[in-house]
């Protein structure tokens, strides 16, 4: 079973509309990271957010926002007033006490912002 | 400064060719991370070192071989490979290894294996 599922695996969207990117976990700890990368065409992963499983409050960042909610197990991602440059793939990652060392990528969803 | 630098950016190599992939890091991180990743899937993670030691292989074949010469470096040096091979080789580092810790990225280097 994935422990990180993104369900959407492409998206397109006129540039200025506002767009979510959904995001479904699992798992059984209590204490546990979420993270959501921005990967463009260039290649280089950026992180954008982490969230720690006590935390709930949303977070905003510009034209990102972030949407954590434990009770639907989910970590959903909204770009508001979308720009070309945020075409990209997006990753949304999960932490937990099973391998300190890794983190579980889900498959990703990509985004293509029309001009 | 979160900076992960790598080079070369590009390689293409004959399956009978030695080359090696480099990584540096300035941010005083004490682990480190080569991943693969393919063509439309996310990065899957080959090697952790922590303070300099290789912590984890996630079953990677010896055609790879790592190698921390110091706390700011990650080689991974190539002997041999399959054009199956061919994928983005990423280096990442972070604070520690321990759960929660962020892992800042490297821009990549695209391997080609002709």
């Known amino acids: 079973a994935q422990k990180v599922t993104q369900a959407q695996t492409e998206i397109s969207v006129v540039e200025k509309e506002d767009v979510t990117l959904d995001c479904v976990y699992e798992t059984r700890d209590t204490t546990y990271y979420l993270f959501w990368y921005k990967q463009p065409p260039s290649g280089e992963l950026v992180f954008l957010i982490r969230?720690?499983?006590?935390?709930?409050q949303n977070e905003i960042s510009g034209r990102y926002s972030w949407n954590f909610q434990k009770s639907t197990s989910s970590f959903n991602f909204t770009i508001t007033a979308s720009q070309v440059v945020d075409s990209a793939v997006y990753f949304c990652?999960?932490?937990?006490?099973?391998?300190?060392?890794?983190?579980?990528f889900g498959k990703g969803t990509r985004l293509h912002i029309l001009p | 400064d979160t900076e992960v630098t790598q080079t070369p950016k590009h390689l293409v190599m004959g399956m009978t060719n030695k080359k090696s992939l480099k990584c540096e890091q300035h941010?005083?991180?004490?682990?480190m991370y080569w991943y693969k990743q393919k063509a439309k899937k996310p990065p899957e993670l080959m090697f952790v070192y922590s303070y300099e030691k290789l912590s984890i292989n996630e079953s990677v074949p010896s055609r790879f071989s790592p190698e921390c010469p110091n706390s700011s470096l990650l080689n991974l040096h190539l002997h041999a490979l399959q054009p199956e091979d061919s994928a983005l080789y990423l280096c990442?580092?972070?604070?520690?290894?321990?759960?929660?810790?962020?892992?800042?990225f490297g821009p990549g280097t695209r391997l080609l294996v002709l």
């Open positions: 941010m005083g991180h004490r682990a």
């Open positions: 990442a580092s972070s604070q520690v290894v321990a759960r929660g810790e962020t892992q800042y």
């Open positions: 969230r720690n499983s006590f935390d709930e």
């Open positions: 990652a999960l932490s937990e006490a099973l391998r300190d060392d890794k983190i579980i």
